[in-house]
Nanobody
Framework: QVQLVESGGGLVQAGGSLRLSCAASGRTFRSYVMGWFRQAPGKEREFVAI????????YYAGSVKGRFTISRDNAKNTVYLQMNSLNPEDTAVYYCAAASKLTAQTISRPAAYDYWGQGTQVTVSS
């Protein structure tokens, strides 16, 4: 079992920055790939980024590449999502997720992830 707790959401003006945190716990969470997704009202859950705990390798959705950075702190068992140059289209509930096994075809599919956090609201005003 893996437990995920997000924090760091809030209200920010367009062009601003926020950093989200996802604290992970559980016996085997280090064997999982960690991801961030987001879901805006009336829209499907959307892939944002992933990171491999061991290698640190990352992958981003095209809509956030160059603006968002995913990272992890092994000592704190925490994954971060640094979000810069935010715009109103980034407004959503952001979720942390963990997957035990991903392929190139399943990286962006919410159904491929085994555990989810409760989500944290990010609102970007224009």
């Amino acid at each position: 079992q893996v437990q995920l707790v997000e924090s760091g959401g809030g209200l920010v003006q367009a062009g601003g920055s926020l950093r989200l945190s996802c604290a992970a716990s559980g016996r085997t969470f280090r064997s999982y790939v960690m991801g961030w997704f987001r879901q805006a009202p009336g829209k499907e859950r959307e892939f944002v980024a992933i990171i491999n705990w061991d290698s640190g390798s990352t992958y981003y959705a095209g809509s956030v590449k160059g603006r968002f950075t995913i990272s992890r702190d092994n000592a704190k068992n925490t994954v971060y999502l640094q979000m810069n140059s935010l715009n109103p289209e980034d407004t959503a509930v952001y979720y942390c997720a963990a997957a035990s096994k991903l392929t190139a075809q399943t990286i962006s599919r919410p159904a491929a992830y085994d555990y989810w956090g409760q989500g944290t609201q990010v609102t970007v005003s224009s």
